[in-house]
């Protein structure tokens, strides 16, 4: 059973609109969830953290995490052409991150 | 802003060949990563490193993979002898923090590896 689970999309949104980006992971000892954002040829970088069941926000950006379903999502409202870029969703099931394949997000002008 | 840099950018080598691997953690972090990324496939964790000895490390991270803090600022990744499977871009990733907030990693820009 893979550990963090993604769809590979591509994800296409017009500008303006809300993408939805979801996560299911395998380890229910799972303490911390964390959003990535990955540019094409670029390395990850971080976005997003949450660490309690409900909802986080960070300007335009909300993780949501539901530990119950083993399930975490991420909100981009007001989706702009530069969010075009590959999201990742990571986990840490012991001491070392692990990350999902990613989710593309494509957004249309 | 303080950033995790890595040496070579690109390394093509022969298979069978050995390779290292440079990064330069931030300063004052304490926690050091090599993960990989087949072209196409998902960021792979190989290995973990804190207080001069391996943290966690992944099945990829077999005997042919070895890491090393040789002084106070650098982290190396060798790998002894390279298949041509082992081509693929290698971040390493440093971070301040353990626990909860271990996932908080600052990524170098990659040494993207290329095995003939």
């Known amino acids: 059973q893979k550990e963090v689970e993604q769809n590979s999309g591509p994800l296409s949104v017009p500008e303006g609109a809300i993408a939805s980006l979801n996560c299911t992971y395998s380890d229910r000892g799972s303490q911390s969830f964390f959003w990535y954002r990955q540019y094409s040829g670029k390395s990850p970088e971080l976005i997003m953290f949450i660490y309690s069941n409900g909802d986080k926000e960070d300007g335009r950006f909300t993780a949501q995490l539901n530990k119950a379903s083993q399930y975490v999502s991420l909100l981009i409202r007001d989706s702009q052409p530069s969010d075009s870029a590959t999201y990742l969703c990571?986990?840490?099931?012991?001491?070392?991150?692990?990350f999902g394949k990613g989710t593309t997000l494509s957004v249309s002008s | 802003e303080p950033e995790v840099t890595q040496t070579p950018s690109h390394q093509v080598t022969q298979m069978g060949q050995e390779v290292i691997l440079r990064c330069v953690p931030i300063s004052n972090h304490l926690y050091f990563y090599w993960y990989r990324q087949i072209l196409g496939q998902k960021v792979e964790f190989l290995v973990s490193?804190?207080?001069?000895?391996?943290?966690?490390k992944s099945e990829i991270f077999d005997d042919q993979f070895s890491v090393e803090r040789p002084d106070g600022s650098n982290f190396t990744l060798k790998i002894r002898s390279t298949k041509l499977e082992d081509s693929a871009m290698y971040f390493c990733?440093?971070?301040?923090?353990?626990?909860?907030?271990?996932?908080?990693?600052?990524f170098g820009e990659g040494s993207r590896l290329t095995v003939l």
């Open positions: 990571a986990v840490t099931p012991r001491t070392a991150l692990i």
């Open positions: 490193f804190y207080n001069n000895e391996i943290s966690e």
């Open positions: 990733a440093s971070s301040a923090a353990s626990g909860r907030a271990a996932g908080e990693l600052f």
